[in-house]
């Protein structure tokens, strides 16, 4: 039995950067050439070029207890140290380090000896509330400058911060809060979204009101940032003011070094079944690739770039394309915190024209429901600004980058598609900007001093041409340290399946192309085999929407008595179209679209256009739910929704 992927799409455009891109980028084909020769001494070079060590390390990596691994271990540092004072005692404490944009439009700029004292007087705010080395503090804001400095103020003295995202449920935050045992929450009365003030401190007040829950006997304080203006509800002497807390503190604090391998924070990722996992990142191995990431494969140039990561705080983007990355590089940088389209669709584009963003960091889903209300919109505003792009989350399809590098980049930018997950802590597989020629669609390369490989069930690497399964060979310094309180779940998840060889399996199907180069092909679960052909949904969907009509597909095998699986695609229809076509007609045409594009084989059974597609919060697409849908059963667990109807307005369209 082969248990390889089959390829299907062929995607042969290039596009090399730019001669004047080239010459100024930080990346250079030479760092390559450096992490072959040596690639322990490559990432201690990089260790002690990009961060500032209290006490310097003489070991690099430490593997005599796989898959625990150890970097730097006997260097000590300090995190916020490395983001804050350091740039201020360089002379950049004048340096604007965010510029924050509110969904109503209010602004502010803080700079970076003003984010340094804000944090210096958050960190005293903590240690008077009794949180120490350690500690574990749960974190559950809006996308506001606080979020940053909160965890900060944890890294400056040494507790673990788990950051929940604000739009999760009460219940969310409880199970959270309850695993890691967290001693105090941040909080805010409320954010904007969608114009309006969306709650969040009664959701802290619900998760930790039960009795007899864990919550109820770990959380000894509340810290609540006033940022909505809410009225909400006060219990004595468990919650107290952010800003009162602050303005009694003071701002001297003294940076405490803490060892390399000090646990920086837990972060929880939803696993394919039961409860999340507590993906727990260090200090020195995560800062190190954090920055590296940020300075070469994003570019960043801090004298004089304007950044712009649209992640949210609550996803590991946020972590370190927001926070560590950036400010350990003392980049400048936007954060925004509302939605896209609020007060206006072109909401994005406006921000980018105001404050002159250089580099522009999101996700495929954003770019393709950009793309279905079209170009007009962007055509706006003045977006010269731009001069690299990023993309991180999902596969992009090409038509989605040719749009995102056409419309977005006026067809000049550099777009850099980065493969990595939570686990990994920062970008592991990308093309690196003014060196690689571009693959629309393709994550491309390893970056230097990673080393990854596509393999067979048996983890025998396939040949060029080949699809499989996506595998990290060797420790990489930002890699995750395990799952907090379970040391067996860790090994069971991402060690088991490679066991003999000693790879960590990230669960994703990839494909070499001839060039030896990376194609994501989307989750290993997703996979479908249809008459024997192992298809993925990634190529599936890039085809569709590389139709003139479609914005957004999602495909899915679906139980069939003649293929074993037959492709069932749900297909959302550009605005534009809709009016001037038949649903029948445009299903027939599409359906031949896609036998035409990759094949007969992957010519798809069933077509639905519906309007909307069951995404996670984070953007990803639920195809677990398309699938039950498909095969005509009762729609499974749609909680992790961000819209939970969105699955019976698709059941009623199906029908
Ligand atoms: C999964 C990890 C990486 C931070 C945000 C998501 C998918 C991520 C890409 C990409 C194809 C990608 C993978 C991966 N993914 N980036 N550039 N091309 N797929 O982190 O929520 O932990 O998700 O996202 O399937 O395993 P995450």
Same mark, same amino acid.
């Given at each position: 039995m082969s248990n390889t992927i089959d390829h299907l799409l062929d995607e042969d455009r290039r596009f090399p950067p730019s001669a004047d891109f080239a010459a100024n980028a930080n990346g250079t084909a030479e760092l390559y050439e450096r992490a072959k020769a040596d690639r322990e001494g490559f990432w201690a070079d990089q260790a002690r070029e990009l961060l500032h060590w209290h006490t310097p390390f003489t070991q690099v990596l430490d593997w005599s207890n796989p898959p625990f691994a150890k970097w730097f271990d006997d260097g000590e540092l300090s995190v916020a140290y490395n983001c804050l004072d350091r740039h201020v005692e360089a002379g950049n404490g004048d340096r604007v380090a965010i510029l924050f944009e509110g969904e109503p439009g209010d602004e502010r700029r803080i700079t970076y000896a003003e984010l340094t004292t804000e944090v210096k007087k958050a960190a005293n705010a903590l240690q008077s509330l *009794?949180? *120490?080395?350690g500690d574990r503090v749960a974190i559950y804001l809006p996308m506001i400058p606080e979020a940053a400095i909160a965890m900060l103020a944890c890294a400056r003295i040494g507790a673990i911060h788990s950051v929940v995202f604000g739009g999760f449920s009460a219940d969310s935050l409880r199970s959270r809060v309850d695993d890691a045992a967290a001693r105090l929450v941040v909080t805010a009365d409320g954010g904007y979204r969608k114009g309006k003030v969306s709650p969040l401190k009664p959701a802290v007040d619900q998760a930790l009101a039960d009795r007899g829950t864990g919550a109820q006997e770990t959380v000894e304080h509340v810290l609540v940032v006033r940022r909505g203006g809410n009225d909400i509800e006060w219990t004595e002497g468990r919650d107290l003011w952010w800003h009162e807390a602050l303005d009694a503190a003071s701002d001297e604090h003294e940076a405490t070094p803490f060892p390399a391998e000090n646990p920086l924070y837990i972060l929880y990722t939803s696993g394919t079944t039961g409860k999340p996992k507590g993906v727990v990142h260090s200090s020195g191995g995560y800062l190190t690739q954090a920055a590296f990431t940020n300075k070469y494969s994003l570019d960043i140039h801090p004298e004089s770039d304007v950044f712009w990561c649209t992640a949210d705080i609550g996803w590991v983007t946020g972590h370190t394309y927001v926070v560590y990355g950036p400010l350990a590089l003392g980049a400048t940088q936007v954060m925004y915190e509302g939605t896209p389209e609020t007060p206006h669709p072109g909401r994005w584009w406006e921000i980018i024209q105001k404050y002159g963003v250089t580099i522009l960091y999101t996700a495929p889903t954003a770019i393709r429901s950009f793309m279905k209300q079209g170009r007009q919109i962007p055509q706006q505003f003045d977006l010269s600004s731009l001069r690299l792009l990023g993309s991180v989350g999902e596969p992009i399809n090409p038509e989605a980058w040719i749009w995102y590098r056409d419309v977005i980049g006026s067809g000049r930018t550099p777009i850099v598609d980065t493969w990595w997950q939570t686990e990994t802590g920062a970008t592991m597989v990308a093309p690196m900007p003014g060196v690689t020629d571009a693959k629309p669609g393709s994550a491309q390369v390893p970056l230097p001093g990673i080393l990854v490989d596509v393999v067979d069930e048996q983890g025998a690497t396939v040949d060029n041409g080949n699809g499989g399964l996506l595998v990290v060979t060797a420790p990489w310094p930002s890699m995750l340290r395990g799952v907090w309180g379970d040391p067996e779940r860790f090994k069971e998840t991402y060690w088991a399946k490679f066991a003999a060889q000693g790879y960590y399996f990230a669960g994703d199907g990839a494909r070499k192309d001839e060039d030896g180069e990376i194609w994501l092909l989307g989750r290993v679960d997703d996979v479908m085999n249809v008459s024997g052909h192992r298809l993925s949904t990634t190529e599936i969907e890039s085809a569709l929407v590389a139709h003139e009509s479609v914005a957004e597909a999602a495909v899915v095998g679906a139980t069939d008595e003649t293929t074993g699986k037959a492709v069932v695609a749900f297909v959302i229809v550009k605005e534009s179209y809709l009016a001037a076509h038949s649903p029948e007609g445009l299903a027939g045409d599409l359906r031949g679209w896609v036998s035409g594009q990759i094949g007969p084989i992957a010519r798809p059974r069933d077509i639905y256009i519906v309007s909307e597609l069951p995404k996670t919060r984070s953007g990803k697409i639920m195809r677990r739910l398309l699938r039950d849908v498909a095969d005509g059963h009762e729609v499974g667990d749609t909680t992790t929704l961000a819209d939970t109807a969105v699955m019976s307005v698709i059941s009623a369209q199906v029908k």
């Open positions: *009794g949180i *120490g080395h």
